[in-house]
């Protein structure tokens, strides 16, 4: 038994130091395409979502520790995939207006930021004050987009 136990944990250790050797990505690519908020707006957005919805991730030191890092990871490369305020000006129209409501939808629904990040981000939650700016900035936003028609196809 005792020989079992020495041997069982010899070989968790052995296995935790062999996945700090998987490759994870952790970059910050290139701002190429800000997006442009009010500053009280800018401020909330920098500090509950950009860590996953920017290229400005701050990686904490757990996202170095396998296999928190492979989580921390994958949550990034699929929150920037759905939204990269980064990127922002690269959208059409179209994709901006979704993603407007989307970004509404997921905080009235208290899905964004997600509940895993504020274990560790307590100042990312959102509050009433909070979600009420962003409500009123997503709905201003959606707005001026669509009085911005298309010259030619008026779309
Ligand atoms: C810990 C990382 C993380 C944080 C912080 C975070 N998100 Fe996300 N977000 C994700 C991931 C991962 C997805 C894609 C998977 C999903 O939809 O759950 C996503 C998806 C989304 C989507 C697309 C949802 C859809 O309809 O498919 C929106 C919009 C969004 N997030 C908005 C926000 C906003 C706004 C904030 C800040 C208030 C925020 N997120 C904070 C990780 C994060």
């Avoid at 179209?94 to 997921?106: A, S």
């Avoid at 009123?136 to 001026?144: F, G, I, L, M, S």
Wanted: proline share 5%.
């Amino acid at each position: 038994m005792k020989k079992f136990l020495l041997y069982g944990t010899l070989s968790l250790g052995g296995l935790f130091l062999l996945i700090q050797l998987v490759p994870v990505n952790r970059t910050n690519p290139p701002i190429t395409g800000e997006i442009q908020v009010p500053l009280a707006v800018k401020k909330i957005l920098k500090t509950s979502c950009y860590d996953c919805h920017s290229n400005e991730t701050r990686w904490p030191w757990y996202s170095y520790v396998a296999p928190i890092s492979w989580l921390v990871a994958y949550d990034v490369k699929e929150g920037r995939r759905e939204l990269n305020f980064s990127v922002w000006q690269t959208y059409t129209t179209k994709r901006k207006k979704k993603k407007f409501k989307e970004i509404w939808e997921e905080i009235a629904k208290g899905k964004m930021p997600m509940g895993v990040y504020l274990l560790t981000h307590k100042e990312a939650k959102m509050d009433t004050a909070k979600a009420t700016q962003i409500k009123a900035w997503t709905e201003q936003e959606t707005k001026a987009l669509s009085d911005k028609k298309h010259p030619k196809t008026g779309k």
